[in-house]
């Protein structure tokens, strides 16, 4: 049953368990995704059979795009008019806002933020907070800028890291337990400049005196903060410091998991945390449509480039990383690991590797499935990433209920009404179903 009442016919195929000009389509391997959310409009999602609206954001590929995953065929150059394009379309489409990847195979996630607020009106940017990169005070400095230049549409991330070989490169040589602790140290930092306070702190790995923010952000007490990880002490840190926690999209028995131990610890700290979830997207008209589109996306990999991919994310450190990498192996085979969510973008894409795949009220069912789990915020993409931002909005938004900002209504004859029949005869309307 939809939150509407109506009975949905779930479809699925489930089985048994260097310097690179675009355009170069994905980048294959380590790097260019290290997700976060945006605030939502409400807190609880679900009562009785009413789901509560959904916050869906879409994503902003600065490490490449295309038509296809791992090589260059059908790879589209990613350059600042086309991250335009996309940003404007998921602004006019209702999409809450966009995550911007960070990490080395990007373009700077603070940059390309500041570089569309003036072309686009009501969109969030999630951008990351890196520990050990730079001063928590700096940050917090950056922080209040952006959001108030952006008019409050400024969103944090934050991000330890999972590549050892990046992270030493950006001068940063502390192992995965000590990431974390000066994680901890950053935040505790970061939060109390950004909410005006003079902060003196003496940590193991960070310290400060006099730290202070003379120019506040536009959100009081300050913008809330997000962070992904599935280590036990990525959770202990999500359960003290953020507003929301966020996962990869596991199978919803795993990410069940996650949540509980997530809200145990929080309330042992007398906390509440949001989750939300980041997902790819494969929505067609029909299921055996979108099955044939997933794929086509992996239709030009052959095994020497997963293996290579599979052998470069080896090296971190990331549990989360891990997890992913554990749901197909390395193999096609069997890439449907829990029903409708494919596993094949993870076969060479690091950070998120899975997709939800069907038609509109499918893959509607499995997002409501993830939103019986406590899940209030939805951050989604596919390829490529602009005329997927149309084709999610237009075929599954009319069977979720997506919170989208209020805008000016229009008057007249307004789309979408498709082309005029003739030269004065409008199309028949469509009911959502």
């Known amino acids: 049953m939809n939150g509407r009442g109506e009975s949905i016919e779930v479809g699925g195929r489930f089985g048994a368990a260097g310097q690179l000009p675009h355009p170069f389509g994905l980048r294959i391997g380590g790097g260019g995704d290290f997700p976060g959310l945006h605030p939502g409009y409400v807190n609880d999602l679900v009562k009785g059979d009413h789901f509560m609206s959904l916050n869906i954001f879409w994503f902003l590929p600065t490490h490449g795009d295309g038509q296809y995953l791992g090589t260059a065929a059908g790879a589209r150059a990613v350059d600042h008019g086309y991250l335009t394009q996309i940003a404007q379309a998921a602004d006019r489409l209702g999409f809450g806002g966009v995550l911007i990847p960070t990490g080395r195979s990007c373009e700077d996630s603070w940059l390309v933020a500041a570089s569309l607020i003036p072309v686009t009106q009501h969109l969030k940017f999630l951008v990351a907070l890196r520990p050990g990169i730079i001063s928590p005070t700096v940050a917090a400095r950056q922080a209040a800028t952006l959001d108030r230049l952006s008019n409050g549409r400024a969103l944090f991330n934050l991000v330890t890291g999972g590549d050892p070989d990046e992270l030493a490169g950006d001068g940063l040589h502390l192992s995965h337990a000590e990431r974390y602790e ?237 082309e005029m029949i003739s030269s004065d005869i409008l199309p028949k309307a469509v009911s959502a179903s």
Do not use: C
Not at 291 to 311: G, K, P, V
């Open 182 to 418: 000066a994680s901890v140290e950053f935040t505790r930092i970061w939060r109390r400049v950004l909410e005006g306070e003079t902060v003196d702190y003496a940590g193991k790995h960070i310290q400060v005196k006099g730290a202070k923010l003379l120019y506040p952000p536009l959100q009081q007490p300050r913008p809330p903060l997000y962070f992904g990880g599935s280590s036990d002490a990525a959770q202990d840190l999500a359960a003290e410091q953020v507003e929301l926690y966020l996962t990869w999209g596991e199978p919803p028995a795993a990410v069940a998991e996650k949540i509980a131990q997530v809200r145990e610890k929080a309330a042992r700290q007398g906390r509440t945390v949001r989750f939300g979830i980041r997902l790819h997207v494969i929505v067609r008209e029909t299921n055996e449509e979108a099955w044939a589109a997933a794929d086509r996306l992996i239709s030009h990999l052959d095994q020497d480039t997963i293996d290579r991919a599979q052998a470069s994310l080896a090296r971190f450190d990331s549990v989360g990383q891990q997890r992913m990498a554990a749901l197909h192996g390395g193999s096609r085979d069997n890439l449907e690991v829990s029903p409708n969510l494919w596993a094949g973008v993870g076969l060479v894409r690091g950070g998120a590797g899975t997709a939800l795949v069907g038609d509109g009220p499918t893959v509607a069912a499995r997002v409501k499935e993830y939103a019986e789990l406590g899940i209030d915020t939805f951050i989604f993409s596919g390829y490529p990433h602009l005329e997927e931002s149309y084709r999610v909005a237009e075929l599954l938004f009319p069977h979720l209920d997506v919170a989208q900002p209020q805008r000016p209504e229009s008057r007249g004859y307004v789309s979408p009404f498709g």
